[in-house]
T-cell receptor
Framework: NAGVTQTPKFQVLKTGQSMTLQCAQDMNHNSMYWYRQDPGMGLRLIYYSASEGTTDKGEVPNGYNVSRLNKREFSLRLESAAPSQTSVYFC??????????????FGNGTRLTVT | AQSVTQPDIHITVSEGASLELRCNYSYGATPYLFWYVQSPGQGLQLLLKYFSGDTLVQGIKGFEAEFKRSQSSFNLRKPSVHWSDAAEYFC????????????????FGKGTKLSVIP
């Protein structure tokens, strides 16, 4: 049982380049999330998708776009990467958006460096 | 808006010693409260959760947490730490941003890194 799978695991970009981070879950969860983790900042929500066909901004959405491709997949796109986007990105999923009985299940992260 | 404070950035304990990690939250109503653990190079794993009922909740790996409404706290404890508990621990509060589907928001604290001395 793979759970939440993120690709790639590592990526180095030059300023201005674009890339898409991929995320897929095999738990038939309705909701999916993208977080970034920076030292001393904890996890901050970038975007989330409460259900297939919907997306909404989180705490730090600027510079990112997302696509909920289907129920399984939720991608994060950086159109023009900036050094401030150097971070570890985590995808997560939950059975539904919110609620005590819908804890998040996390992938292992993508470590992105923008030079 | 809800917020979470973990006052201790880094804690070091000896193996076999007891552990308490502090978490304070701010939210106007009764929140959902969670503790997650992150091992190096890994994603976060749920340790335990609380919404209502008994204020002392048990989790995996021998951890427990106590909700104290009067102190707005949800501290994580373990009676005897093992070397494998070395990791970063995150407290999180979940609350409704607004009514309706998709309105739930989970806010994380900045984390407490636990080191264990053999």
């Amino acid at each position: 049982n793979a759970g939440v799978t993120q690709t790639p695991k590592f990526q180095v970009l030059k300023t201005g380049q674009s890339m898409t981070l991929q995320c897929a879950q095999d738990m038939n969860h309705n909701s999916m999330y993208w977080y970034r983790q920076d030292p001393g900042m904890g996890l901050r929500l970038i975007y989330y998708s409460a259900s297939e066909g919907t997306t909404d901004k989180g705490e730090v959405p600027n510079g990112y776009n997302v696509s909920r491709l289907n129920k399984r997949e939720f991608s994060l796109r950086l159109e023009s990467a900036a050094p401030s986007q150097t971070s570890v990105y985590f995808c997560a999923s939950s059975e539904r958006a919110g609620g005590y009985n819908s804890p998040l299940h996390f992938g292992n992260g993508t470590r992105l460096t923008v030079t | 808006a809800q917020s979470v404070t973990q006052p201790d950035i880094h804690i070091t304990v000896s193996e076999g010693a007891s552990l308490e990690l502090r978490c304070n939250y701010s939210y106007g109503a009764t929140p959902y409260l969670f503790w997650y653990v992150q091992s190096p190079g890994q994603g976060l794993q749920l340790l335990l959760k609380y919404f209502s009922g008994d204020t002392l909740v048990q989790g995996i790996k021998g951890f427990e947490a106590e909700f104290k409404r009067s102190q707005s706290s949800f501290n994580l404890r373990k009676p005897s730490v093992h070397w494998s508990d070395a990791a970063e621990y995150f407290c999180a509060v979940g609350a409704l941003k607004y009514s309706g589907a998709g309105s739930y928001q989970l806010t994380f604290g900045k984390g407490t890194k636990l080191s264990v001395i053999p």
